[in-house]
């Protein structure tokens, strides 16, 4: 079942067949997704290590790992990322932040 979007309205290409989306149209939802991808690609050690926040980008999430506890000075930090569009859901971008 297709997500309610929770503030933007986010028109997706109907495709005959399926379900209308967007599929992810909730930050709750990105964030599931972003859990899954990540805890098949770090250990539990480094995950805990790491807050995932996720961001609105329009028509897809960002979400991404910030290190605990927050420096002010660090950039990046090692933690994984990616988007998510809000769409169908396609996961693009995984990448560890530098």
């Not at 079942?1 to 109907?14: N, T, Y």
């Not at 995950?47 to 950039?75: K, S």
């Not at 990616?82 to 971008?93: T, Y």
Request: charged fraction near 15%.
């Amino acid at each position: 079942m297709a997500d309610e979007p929770v503030a933007q309205v986010i028109v997706c290409p109907r495709v005959q067949g399926t379900l209308a989306g967007p599929y992810i149209g909730r930050e709750e939802t990105a964030r599931a997704i972003a859990l899954a991808i990540i805890e098949s690609q770090q250990t539990i050690d480094p995950q805990a290590t790491y807050e995932l926040l996720i961001q609105d980008g329009g028509d897809h999430w960002i979400a991404f790992q910030m290190p605990l506890p927050r420096n002010t000075n660090m950039r990046g930090g090692g933690g994984l990322q990616m988007r998510i569009a809000k769409c169908n859901g396609a996961v693009s971008g995984l990448s560890f932040q530098r």
